[in-house]
């Protein structure tokens, strides 16, 4: 908003009135009004590009909301929620498709600039191809080709991708190694501390993942994703 119009707002915040466009009269308003930026409004006042006042006003209640980039944790949940919305909006149910734990890595690693936007275009794109179980290979070619913000350990570098069923069963390497307590750990601090989201990486049940955490020392802080 121009800082010119800002006084008006500044006006219905403080005094509880509005004047219509055109009208000579004011009206007396009782709303709630919840704003939100992206922008440090903080160096905006400073620069002379917000009204001290008004943020004053506005920022009564104060909410920080972290980046999805730093809350990697909730990404798969987000999938899942994003994905049933997908098919109840079109009159539908479809189980939400698999993915192997090296698309795991894919998806939790990606800078995430668009936040939830980019989470919905990914959903609205597998879900266009009916997708069942989803591969590295299998995710957009946006999402794959973007610079990942901090990659995860690898989960196996020996192995690329899912084993047939029969040399699954022959190979010494079909189940994914013990990670080191370092690559478990760094693994659980990038993850913001998601057993499920950890158990997807290390392509494991979540039994095994606390069996981990209790082996390095560590906790759940919370059993609601189990």
Known sequence: MPVALQPK?????????IQPVGSSRTFAVDVRLVAATHRDLGASVEAGEFRRDLLARLSKWEV????????????LDWVERLWKAWHQERGGTRAVPTFTPGAVSTVLSA?????LRGV????HELAAHDAREVDTPDLP????SVEPARPLPPINPGVSGPMPAAAAAASPVARPPVPTKEEFVAVWTQL?????????????????????????????DDDGDE
């Open 111 to 115: 800078p995430w600039l668009d936040n």
């Open 192 to 220: 913001g501390g998601s057993v499920r989201a950890v158990a997807k990486h290390f392509g494991r049940d979540r039994r095994q993942i606390y069996r981990w955490l209790e082996a390095h020392g560590l906790r759940a």
């Open 120 to 123: 919905d275009r990914l959903v």
């Open 64 to 75: 920080r909301l972290p980046a999805l980039s730093a809350r990697r944790g909730d990404l």
């Open 141 to 144: 070619e946006w999402l794959r």
């Open 9 to 17: 707002l500044l006006r219905v915040v403080q005094d509880g009135l």
